[in-house]
């Protein structure tokens, strides 16, 4: 029984190839998109994503090693890729970590602002450049780390001429610094209101970022509080300031 069943299924496939050879070109077209077309693409789309699992897996990802957000300022092309060139030489980067001065922030478009809150927030600002209104108002808002947090104190004596301090938030138990605030709807604001410190570094001298190009004139830079890579922050302004 086994042995017919054998040699019956020889017979039809030497019959169908047989048929398939008498075929046109055409005819075998027909056939192969009517019976295994949409298989075929099913099975390549399967390996193409296999493939693309297998090589965000195993291929080093791109990564920002330095980004910092620019407010209400620009940079020329050529000045802003020296600048993040020499910055990444000075951080050691790898072909797939970047530096990143991003120039499109406005601190009067309510996007911007609404886009800068989110990334500060999940860790991908490491540093805000502003002028020094805007960036006292964001140090009563918490967004920065004061420097003596990753500078020495010694780096911070040698920059005192550039430093920069201003009011941050108020944390629960701390004292005030002023009167108790109101805002215009009556709720008590704890922005503006913590411990004077020293949260930014003065750029207005620094030879290098004003190669870049940049229009702002009392531009200050601050680390932003949630930066993922503190110490490279701190090494950047390192470079900033001459060192």
Known sequence: MGDYRKEEHARRRAEQLAQWRELSPRQKWDYF??????????????????????????????EDLFRAAV????????GQEELT??????LGATDRQHVRFDCFYRYEDPAALQLFAVETAAGTLDAAVVSEEVFTEMAGIGYFLPLEDVCTAQELEAWQDRLFSAAGYRMEGEDLAGEEPVDPDGVDSNSGRGEVRVYGLRLDESEAYRKAGTMERRPVIGIMAETAHPEQAAEVLRFLMGE
């Not at 009517?34 to 990802?61: D, H, K, Q, S, T």
């Open 71 to 78: 407010f209400d300022d620009v940079m020329d092309t050529e």
């Open 33 to 62: 998109v009517e019976y295994y077309l949409l298989w075929a693409v099913v099975l390549c789309g399967i390996a193409a994503f296999v493939i693309y699992m297998i090589v965000n897996a195993v291929a080093p990802r791109q």
């Open 85 to 90: 060139e020499a910055i990444r030489e000075r």
